[in-house]
């Protein structure tokens, strides 16, 4: 199991992201941890990356339910950002939704790795560093 150079949270919550820096933390995630708080946020942060040649994150954790731009929007948009590179990230849903058409919806979408539900555990983050 190896760290990743970038993962990136995108929540509104700060609770959860809070949360989710100790986790990442103390199992050694990544690097460097980029945070949004919406997905419009993470779009122009993203852009921005590529438009300073840094690597997109290789994990992205995201939250539906947001202001401004929610997930199902970000994910719209993330699809449509040219890079090389984009198709390697994987994003996880990590949402307090637990409702069934959540989870199918963001089954058939391929950017889609996983759909968790709140909280996220120290065992979950373990096996996705360990499927990477």
Known sequence: ?????????????????FGMKILLKKIGFSDEL???KNGQEAIDGLLERLKNKEQLPQVIFLDL????????????????????????VRVYVVSSSIDARD?????????????????ITEEDLNEILNNL
């Open 1 to 17: 199991m190896s760290k990743l150079a970038v993962s990136c949270v995108v929540d509104d919550d700060p609770i959860f992201i």
């Open 103 to 119: 989870h199918q919806r963001a089954k058939e979408l391929n950017v889609v790795s996983n759909y968790f539900v709140k909280p």
């Open 34 to 36: 980029l945070v949004f």
């Open 65 to 88: 339910n947001m202001p401004i731009m929610d997930g199902w929007e970000f994910l719209e948009d993330f699809v449509k950002i040219p890079n090389h590179n984009r198709e390697t």
